[in-house]
């Protein structure tokens, strides 16, 4: 189970996230959907360690991450997690083999001479044969995060946290990615968190939805919930829609001229 | 008036509290390279592949640059001394000393930081703007471990090498003009250098190279792991660890110089 508690985050002045309590719990998959910027990435990467909270706590099985001291705390808590990157983040100057099993020699017990073996079953569960010997440069975008994907469970965590797992990818490869999400869970029965903005994918395979607004939790449901939101906010943002309370800028200049009329009117 | 002062100092402390900073961020990457490198294996295998970049492709370039050093110093030396005493003298002498103490270790630090520093530079960048370092750590290992301890242990040991390398190429450029321009026997050549160098000389350049070394593969290291800002951030840092470390170079040397002449070994 993960638990986050009031967790802030600021880069600078920018305050990133404001207080985010969320509960996942063990076997489902929390999906955190909300637009570009409103710290949902800083949230995931904050549940692994990249980025230190400035306040509150993430408890892992009960291990604060924010507590952690000894190196070997932080592997060990390290050691539960598999992340997929939104570009993948393969290793270019190795094979997919070598970036499979690169986690399990600072991970895992597992001899050298299991690993080409651990790397073709991770790709034979990601859905990829005969590519453990290229690089990353060969493979095309789908593969890419699939081998990325692989990467990931290939230390065979106990949770894996998603980021974007299918911006940038057509919709059929998509829908691919979302499907392999699913087959995981089944599989492995990991805790998952999937951030994106797909709402597609947020709907297949979410067992709940969290929705992030300007580093704060809006609302926490089931998908079903969450596409008969009555929360305002929430609607325009799965529904798509320009207009609504949640305010994005059409060009950028529209803001500085709202501001600059509404000075002169004060003048 | 005041808008002009407050944007002109403004903008000079917002760069000073930068400066500050980057140094501040620079000494604790040094700190936790040392710290790793007692704490954890050495990356050995990432260490032999960085001592092949940073010596085997840096050769070429760093012997061509002494080989035409020593023999532009040849032609100089042996032109002034024509000169004022009508013959040739000590060309072996300036050659030798110019070289082992000051050109060998300054010129093979200048131009392998300006190939090797810039390929690290610019490929740790890289992999930290696609998030490729961020991955090292979700892969249970540290980035200085595995990125920077093999580069810096890389440049030490290759770098005194590439330069004992270069201060021989240089002796030799500086025979082939004093052999072919001035008609400078070879065994003169080399009794002008034997007679008048100890080992102290040379002792004096190679210690240098390890200062060195330090300086341009922490550069490099530093300025690619805080890459921030895409291709355009790629390339900033690239040049900027190229500047820098060139920079740091020719002014450490003359504090290591001063440093070693004060201990006494000139």
């Not at chain 1, 892992?60 to 592997?75: F, N, Q, Y």
């Not at chain 1, 230390?155 to 059929?172: F, K, R, W």
């Not at chain 2, 509290?17 to 990356?43: C, D, N, P, Q, Y």
Request: hydrophobic share 45%.
């Amino acid at each position: 189970m993960i638990e986050a508690k009031g967790v802030v985050k600021s880069f600078g002045r920018r305050a990133v996230l404001r207080g985010i309590d969320l509960k996942v719990e063990s076997g489902e998959t929390m999906v955190i959907i909300g637009g570009s910027g409103c710290g949902k990435s800083t949230f995931l990467k904050c549940v692994i360690g990249l980025h230190a909270p400035d306040s509150g706590e993430i408890v892992v099985d009960g291990l604060d991450i924010t507590k952690l001291k000894t190196e070997r705390e932080i592997s060990d808590y390290r050691r539960r997690f598999g992340y997929l990157f939104q570009e993948g983040a393969l290793f270019d100057s190795m094979t997919v083999a070598d970036n499979i099993c690169f986690g399990l020699k600072y991970l895992t017990d597992v001899p050298l001479s299991k690993y080409r073996r651990i790397a073709s079953d991770s790709l034979a569960l990601v859905g990829l044969k005969d590519v453990e010997d290229f690089k990353p440069a060969e493979l095309s975008g789908g593969m890419k995060k699939r081998v990325a994907l692989a990467r990931a469970i290939a230390a065979q965590p106990q949770y894996i946290l998603y980021d974007e797992p299918t911006t940038g990818l057509d919709p059929i490869m998509s829908d691919v990615i979302n499907d392999l999400i699913l087959d995981l869970q089944k599989q492995l029965k990991v805790t998952a968190i999937v951030v994106t903005h797909d709402m597609k994918s947020a709907y297949k395979v979410g067992s709940r939805i969290a929705m992030f607004l300007e580093g704060r939790i809006l609302q926490v449901g089931t998908p079903e919930q969450i596409k008969n939101t009555s929360d305002p906010a929430v609607r325009q943002f799965v529904e798509g829609l320009s207009q609504g309370p949640i305010k994005m800028k059409l060009k950028e200049f529209e803001a500085d001229e709202a501001r600059d009329g509404a000075r002169r009117g004060k003048d | 008036m005041n808008a002009v002062l407050e944007a002109l100092f403004g903008g000079f402390g917002k760069e000073l509290l930068e400066a500050a900073e980057s140094m501040g961020h620079f000494v604790f990457l040094v700190r936790s390279t040392f710290l790793w490198m007692f704490r954890a294996k050495i990356e050995w295998r990432q260490t032999l592949i960085q001592m092949a970049r940073i010596g085997v492709d840096s050769l070429p370039v760093t012997a061509m640059t002494m080989f035409f050093t020593g023999m532009v110093l040849a032609l100089q030396s042996g032109a002034t001394t024509k000169h004022f005493f009508n013959v040739p003298l000590f060309i072996g002498t300036v050659v030798s000393f110019s070289i082992v103490m000051e050109l060998g270790p300054v010129l093979t630090a200048i131009v392998v930081s300006g190939r090797a520093g810039a390929a690290i530079a610019a490929e740790l960048g890289t992999m930290k703007v696609t998030e490729q370092i961020d991955a090292l750590y979700t892969l249970g290992t540290d980035p200085v471990r595995y990125l920077v301890i093999p580069r810096l242990l890389a440049f030490l040991s290759v770098l005194p090498l590439l330069t004992v390398v270069s201060d021989f190429t240089g002796i030799v450029g500086g025979l082939f003009v004093a052999r072919v321009k001035y008609d400078i026997p070879t065994v003169v050549y080399w009794h002008d250098i034997i007679d008048n160098m100890s080992v102290k000389h040379f002792v004096h350049g190679f210690l240098k190279t390890f200062v060195f070394a330090f300086l341009v593969s922490m550069t490099s290291c530093y300025k690619g792991v805080t890459t921030r800002g895409g291709a355009e951030g790629v390339g900033k840092a690239t040049t900027q660890a190229v500047v820098i470390s060139m920079t740091l170079v020719l002014v450490i040397d003359y504090f290591a110089t001063a440093m070693l002449n004060a201990l006494g070994i000139t």
